[in-house]
């Protein structure tokens, strides 16, 4: 989900590792993964728990509106057009989270958007109180340990272990990975904690792979 401008490199790990090494120091956070989405608890400007999602690929972070209303955030008296929020025309209003607590993991000074989050809850079937992007993740190393359920905000990188893939990213709006291989062609990935779904193939991908009449008769 896009909501506004983009900001600056993301540093971050994403693994299904162990606890934290005795060699590096970190904050570690339970998250529940419900409906493929990552979701947390969040006191934002002292109040909560809020329940938010953790997603890579949303930048800024995000609030929903009711939810931005209601603990008392100020936000921009005009809206510009966000392109999230799980509808098309969704004016995102400029705002910052003075101070957000995760865990043990204190950020003041968050840019957000404020939007209508509504349609977002509906489809998960509960509320969902705002989302953690970029903007809160940014310049961290942020660990996801999917078997453990549990996210780690480290203060380096850990050594690597053995059976352990490094990979580098780039941040362009996402975590993209380059030279996927994938039936032998060379393809760009976007890493999303947020994506809800599996693995995904795009129109184009589709085209350069040769399963356009594939896909054509696929349910």
Known sequence: ??????FALIVALLSCSGPISAQ??????PFELYKN????????NG???????????TDPSAIDLATAAKIGVKRSTKGHQGSGG???KNPAFECKLTMVKLGGLTANNVAAAAIDLSKISERMGRQIDGILGHSLLNKRIVQFDYPHG????LDKMPPPTAG??????????????????????????NLDTGSGGGFQL???????????EAARKAR
Do not use: C, Q, W
Not at 150 to 153: E, G
């Open 164 to 189: 352990s893939t490094t990979v580098s990213f780039r941040y362009r709006d996402n975590v993209l990975i380059d030279g996927l291989l994938i039936n032998g062609e060379r393809l760009t990935a």
């Open 47 to 57: 109040l909560g728990p809020l329940t938010m999602m953790l997603d890579t690929g």
């Open 24 to 29: 590096v120091r970190g904050i570690e956070i």
């Open 37 to 44: 989405e990552v979701l947390v608890h969040v006191d934002v």
């Open 150 to 153: 549990v996210v780690r905000f």
């Open 1 to 6: 989900m896009k909501l506004g401008p983009r």
């Open 202 to 212: 795009a129109p184009k991908a589709v085209e350069r792979l040769g399963l356009t």
């Open 86 to 88: 799980g509808t098309d």
